[in-house]
């Protein structure tokens, strides 16, 4: 029975790799950078549901990784009022988490088995110290408990959730930025888990804003640690 799950997330992991990505999903992963496609959307048509806080967002992490922003990110009037709001959230709080996430210089306890996940829950399965966190905890409440239940019964595997801690907080806020506070997150936490398990292979996974966490972790690791990665398993939120 474990056998044939370990069979068969490979195989989808293998389907998916194979395949040619179109749509919205697809136009939102190229703008992250994660593709390395160009950001071009079809008939000049941008993705819907993003904001103008979002935008600043992503063009925030274009420069603390030193690349230069993709054209036509929105701007519009609702500007003053999205900074205004963004003042009252707490900008440092904000600043702190992004630095979290790019920096990740707490330590990271690993159990090196043979395979590893590291999985991103979706929008809103938050980390905090609510009765529902603590019977979901950093797998959120969805797909990530049905992973972690389909695999406890072999021991080659083990499952590590991307939290707060790590600099994601799975907010609304996160998906406009699509993704990147997590991606980097998880970044950092994927690096340090291939030094400590250098003989261990590792997925990436996620649900809605947590699949384009698993995707811009990858995407932005170093070689090494991409060379220990055998896939990303997602569902994009799109």
Not at 21 to 45: F, H
Not at 95 to 104: I, M, Y
Not at 158 to 167: N, Q, T, Y
């Amino acid at each position: 029975m474990r056998f044939a799950f370990v069979v068969s997330l490979l195989a989808i992991l293998s389907e998916v790799q194979a395949q040619k990505c179109t749509g919205q999903s697809c136009y939102v992963a190229s703008l992250s950078g994660s593709t390395e496609e160009p950001y071009k959307l079809q008939n000049g048509k941008k993705p819907a549901g993003g904001n103008a806080l979002g935008d600043r967002c992503i063009k925030g992490w274009y420069s603390k990784l030193g690349m230069p922003a993709p054209t036509g990110l929105k701007r519009n009037t609702l500007e003053a009022y999205n900074d205004f709001m963004e003042a009252t959230i707490g900008q440092e709080v904000k600043d702190a988490l992004q630095q979290r996430a790019l920096e990740n210089k707490e330590s990271v306890s690993a159990e090196c088995t043979p395979y590893i996940m590291l999985y991103a829950r979706g929008t809103t399965e938050k980390f905090n110290l609510t009765l529902l966190y603590l019977l979901v905890g950093e797998l959120g409440a969805t797909v990530g408990p049905a992973l972690k239940a389909g695999l406890a019964t072999d021991k080659n595997w083990s499952v590590r959730g991307i939290g707060s801690r790590d600099g994601y907080d799975a907010s609304l806020a996160g998906i406009y930025c699509i993704g990147m506070d997590g991606g980097m997150a998880c970044k950092g936490i994927l690096e340090k888990m291939v030094a400590q398990c250098p003989n261990s292979k590792f997925v990436t996974a996620g649900y809605s804003q947590g699949a384009m966490v698993a995707r811009i972790c990858v995407a932005y690791a170093s070689d090494a640690a991409k060379a220990n990665v055998l896939g990303v398993c997602s569902t994009p939120p799109f």
